[in-house]
């Protein structure tokens, strides 16, 4: 019965909120008694079908649906499926018709319901219901329905047809009672208001599932990347929930069943291949991905580790292999990928555990070319950086077992495999920082020196080092110090070297010496411990350990200079040595010993009191490599003498090295031979060194050496008499009467030997009257108290003594009342002469007899000395 034929509407129907455009139509349809055919020719939409205006709504149609009931474009526009396009439905680009949605397969034409919803609203729904995500009903927190209770169809609850039913709410498929293919057929009927629906608990799991997704769906347009990311990763989740609990439900944390139970108890339907995609599926699968993919819930992980078994026991993949595993989430986007890897890490081998970075706090899958880990090889040297190894090379006491230089050549290939090309495997990174023997390498990580240790921070460390230094770089680039730097292309300052012995006291050593100065040099340029080179001796590599540990810090800022000097040669402007930041590992904890909790003062402090490495070792709590590589790394060493390295241990007091360092340096040696014209051997003797040392330093600065003696022709100033006169009987030094007649030493020696003086074997004594012409030689007493800078001084203090009272009142007289000062000063002149010479016990005080004849040889020293004082002032 038709009422209505058309023309303008009798009658306003205002959308509800939400509501779907069928609905909307079907419902302003029925309330004119007509069909929704009727009522789109009634708008001029003649020949328009509704299914796809349901879809998306053309310019024509919306500008008639507009004109015709004043509803704005842009609200008939949110009623249809094309805000959803993309999200949770994919309409056909070209014509008006849904395809497969990103989710759930869910056909076309379904609508689910809720069945207390239709009997409110007459019958009319919300465009909600066409979506496959949609599974209960917010207001009256209840299951939605997918089929009719009578025919067990999609019920199309929505049309309003010629033959369909007057009222709203009830199914309008086709009976199935009757011969279909009749006309006059009748619809089913069934009033969908009064389908049984199942409840569900206001605190339950399902609803703020289905309020999740619902505010997912009516995000803005540029919250719908991360929107659809969330929904892929929820049915990514939810499929295998699904096919889950038909094979592992036995072994399912708690939640699932609680899942379960709220949504009727009873298991999900699943096809062969697929699983089920009615609404209680759908509940079921979308509420569990909710709990495993938001934290919260107390069995977010362990739910989640659940999904992963499910997932691995429909596979034929072996267990081990991590990256398979993780990459069947790859549909879903990074994140629940990035999440298994980091679930599955454990199970995985060091290899993967690297290349997928699963252990570290950011896994990741691996997307980078070979450039860029020949890139990232740049960065590294050969052997894992000394403060890196410190941390990660476990404390171990047994000996046997460390083969740190293999380990540490292991982890620098290992940092080659974050994030890289399955091609560059460990096997064939090795050759890009020149490690050859790679089975020992690996052998060391994972066998010999991680036997007994957890390799997670080891695996998370590397992975961290690796991304970290292709994102910021780093300082130096070791291939080119590879290419750049061996045994025959590193350069030594070997005079510098021996300069720097001559003013420590070192023998500079022979070849053995000068290829162990090299191979450090190649160590701190290449940060590699090299091979001995060829025709080395079999105690050379040993050596090479222990001047790790005994090279003296002055040796060490020697060699850090050379290695400076030769990348400048090389025209390379970088730092020497560097390593990477603590900041760019988080989350480890190492079994080795961190650089920077060690304080250099107290770790030098304790090498001067250990003599060997391993008693350091022990005292540190680590192995004797970590002190190795701590004193690489803080260019410190232990002073304790050892001859594994040659005499190298420096024997002078710091006084006396500070003595030679300012006699050697250049200007002050130029100046001590050139303009005071003092010999080789004086100066020799003043720096406590060989003049052989001199010779070859006056040699290096290029200072011309003054000709031999023996070649200086005789002269009438330097005779027997007057040597004899001033060296034996003035007892004046042989340095200090070479300077005078501007001869060397060396060649007065010779003379005096000539001439059968007698040679004094040491010249280092003081004498503080040689310079005084004295009438007589002085007495054996006289030479042996004058051999001291203040020995004037004494002897005008004693020969005052005698006449006073006592020493007090001498004291008091002479010597502003300081008697103990005066007693010892008065002690030291009768110790050097070897008898007493105030006699204490008599009053006045008088001179013993022998102190008598001292002390008149002391008043004619006296009086020619005050006679010459302006020279020797
Ligand atoms: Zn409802
Ligand atoms: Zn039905």
């Known amino acids: 019965m038709m009422t209505w034929r058309g023309g303008s509407l009798p009658i306003s129907l205002m959308p509800l909120p939400g509501e779907a455009l069928q609905s909307w139509i079907g419902a302003y349809a029925r309330r004119l008694h007509a069909t929704n055919s009727a009522f789109l020719d009634a708008i001029g939409l003649a020949g328009a079908r509704m299914t796809q205006m349901a879809v998306r709504l053309t310019a024509a149609e919306a500008d008639a649906l507009h004109?015709?009931?004043?509803?704005?474009?842009?609200?008939?526009?949110?009623?249809?499926?094309?805000?959803?396009?993309?999200l949770a439905v994919t309409i056909h680009p070209d014509r008006r018709r849904l395809m497969r949605p990103p989710a759930w397969r869910f056909s076309a034409a379904r609508t689910r319901y809720c069945p207390a919803c239709l009997a409110e609203n007459t019958g009319r729904g919300p465009v909600f219901w066409r979506l496959p995500w949609a599974f209960a009903c917010l207001t009256h927190r209840a299951l939605l329905l997918d089929f009719c209770p009578n025919c067990h169809r999609a019920p199309h609850p929505w049309t309003a047809r010629r033959l369909g039913p007057r009222v709203a709410g009830v199914c309008t498929r086709d009976s199935l009672a009757g011969p279909q293919d009749r006309p006059g057929r009748r619809p089913c009927g069934a009033d969908l208001s009064q389908a049984p629906a199942l409840k569900l608990p206001e605190a339950g799991l399902v609803l703020p599932a289905q309020q999740r997704i619902l505010s997912l769906l009516a995000g803005d347009a540029y919250a719908r990347p991360t929107a659809l990311a969330e929904l892929k990763q929820?049915?990514?989740?939810?499929?295998?929930?699904?096919?889950?609990?038909?094979?592992?439900?036995?072994?399912?944390?708690?939640?699932?069943?609680?899942?379960?139970?709220?949504?009727?108890?009873?298991?999900?339907?699943?096809?062969?291949?697929?699983?089920?995609?009615?609404?209680?599926?759908?509940?079921?699968?979308?509420?569990?991905?909710?709990?495993?993919?938001?934290?919260?819930?107390?069995?977010?992980?362990?739910?989640?580790?659940?999904?992963?078994?499910?997932?691995?026991?429909?596979?034929?993949?072996?267990?081990?292999?991590?990256?398979?595993?993780?990459?069947?989430?790859?549909?879903?986007g990074p994140a629940l990928v990035e999440r298994t890897l980091a679930r599955l890490d454990s199970q995985a081998t060091l290899h993967a555990r690297l290349r997928y970075a699963s252990a570290s706090p950011r896994p990741r899958w691996p997307t980078l070319q070979a450039d860029t880990i020949i890139q990232r090889a740049a960065f590294i040297p050969s052997m894992l950086w000394p403060g890196w190894t410190m941390r990660l090379l476990p404390r171990l006491k047994d000996r046997a077992k460390l083969r740190v230089?293999?380990?540490?050549?292991?982890?620098?290939?290992?940092?080659?495999?974050?994030?890289?090309?399955?091609?560059?495997?460990?096997e064939r990174v090795g050759p890009l920082l020149d490690n050859g023997q790679i089975h020992t390498d690996r052998d060391s990580v994972e066998r010999r020196l991680y036997c007994d240790t957890d390799l997670t921070p080891l695996a998370s460390t590397l992975a961290q080092l690796a991304y970290a230094l292709d994102a910021n770089g780093a300082p130096i680039d070791y291939a080119r110090r590879r290419a750049t730097f061996t045994y025959a292309s590193v350069s030594l300052d070997h005079s510098g070297y021996k300069r720097l012995c001559a003013q420590h006291g070192w023998r500079s050593g022979q070849g053995h010496r000068a290829a162990l100065l090299q191979w450090y040099l190649l160590m701190l340029l290449t940060g590699e411990i090299h091979p001995?080179?060829?025709?080395?001796?079999?105690?050379?590599?040993?050596?090479?350990?222990?001047?790790?540990?005994?090279?003296?810090?002055?040796?060490?800022?020697?060699?850090?200079?050379?290695?400076?000097?030769?990348?400048?040669?090389?025209?390379?402007?970088?730092?020497?040595?560097?390593?990477?930041?603590?900041?760019?590992?988080?989350?480890?904890?190492?079994?080795?010993?961190?650089?920077?909790?060690?304080?250099?003062?107290?770790?030098?402090?304790?090498?001067?009191?250990?003599?060997?490495?391993?008693?350091?070792?022990?005292?540190?709590?680590?192995?004797?490599?970590?002190?190795?590589?701590?004193?690489?790394?803080?260019?410190?060493?232990?002073?304790?003498?050892?001859?594994?390295?040659?005499?190298?241990?420096?024997?002078?007091?710091?006084?006396?090295?500070?003595?030679?360092?300012?006699?050697?340096?250049?200007?002050?040696?130029r100046d001590l031979y050139e303009n005071q014209r003092l010999e080789l051997t004086h100066i020799a003797q003043l720096a406590s060194c060989n003049p052989d040392t001199v010779r070859a330093l006056l040699a290096h600065d290029e200072v011309p050496l003054r000709p031999r003696p023996d070649r200086l022709s005789p002269r009438p100033d330097i005779t027997r008499?007057?040597?004899?006169?001033?060296?034996?009987?003035?007892?004046?030094?042989?340095?200090?009467?070479?300077?005078?007649?501007?001869?060397?030493?060396?060649?007065?020696?010779?003379?005096?030997?000539?001439?059968?003086?007698?040679?004094?074997?040491?010249?280092r004594r003081y004498n503080a009257i040689g310079h005084l012409d004295l009438p007589c030689t002085p007495s054996p007493a006289m030479q042996a108290v004058t051999a001291s800078p203040t020995a004037l001084d004494r002897l005008r203090t004693i020969v005052q003594i005698p006449g006073h009272t006592s020493l007090a009142a001498a004291a008091r007289a002479i010597y502003d009342g300081r008697d103990s000062a005066l007693r010892q000063r008065i002690t030291k002149v009768e110790k050097a002469a070897g008898f007493c010479i105030i006699d204490r016990s008599t009053r006045p005080l008088a001179p013993t007899p022998r102190g008598h004849d001292f002390l008149r040889e002391a008043a004619e020293v006296l009086r020619l000395a005050d006679q010459t004082r302006p020279k020797c002032q």
């Open 67 to 86: 004109r015709a009931t004043g509803v704005p474009q842009q609200a008939l526009r949110a009623m249809t499926l094309e805000p959803y396009d993309g």
């Open 234 to 332: 929820l049915y990514a989740l939810a499929w295998r929930v699904l096919r889950g609990l038909h094979t592992l439900a036995d072994q399912a944390p708690d939640v699932v069943r609680a899942a379960l139970i709220e949504c009727g108890g009873v298991l999900p339907h699943l096809t062969d291949k697929d699983v089920g995609h009615d609404a209680h599926n759908a509940a079921l699968g979308t509420t569990l991905a909710h709990v495993a993919l938001h934290p919260g819930h107390r069995d977010h992980d362990a739910l989640f580790d659940w999904i992963l078994e499910a997932d691995q026991s429909l596979q034929q993949t072996p267990r081990a292999n991590i990256g398979k595993r993780a990459g069947r989430w790859s549909w879903s």
């Open 405 to 426: 230089g293999a380990f540490r050549r292991g982890c620098s290939s290992f940092l080659l495999l974050p994030g890289g090309p399955p091609e560059l495997n460990f």
């Open 532 to 669: 001995p080179p060829s025709g080395a001796n079999t105690r050379f590599a040993f050596n090479c350990t222990e001047f790790r540990f005994r090279a003296p810090p002055a040796l060490r800022a020697f060699l850090r200079q050379q290695a400076e000097d030769n990348l400048a040669r090389h025209s390379i402007d970088e730092p020497l040595t560097w390593e990477p930041p603590n900041s760019w590992v988080t989350g480890a904890t190492w079994p080795g010993i961190t650089p920077t909790s060690l304080a250099p003062g107290a770790v030098r402090d304790l090498l001067s009191t250990v003599t060997s490495v391993h008693e350091a070792g022990n005292a540190l709590g680590g192995s004797a490599e970590h002190i190795r590589l701590y004193c690489d790394l803080a260019d410190i060493s232990t002073t304790t003498p050892s001859n594994a390295i040659g005499n190298l241990s420096n024997q002078l007091t710091p006084e006396t090295v500070e003595v030679r360092q300012g006699i050697l340096a250049p200007e002050e040696l």
């Open 721 to 763: 008499a007057w040597l004899h006169r001033e060296y034996v009987e003035k007892r004046r030094t042989m340095a200090e009467l070479a300077r005078e007649r501007r001869v060397s030493h060396y060649h007065l020696t010779t003379l005096a030997r000539g001439w059968d003086l007698p040679i004094r074997s040491t010249e």
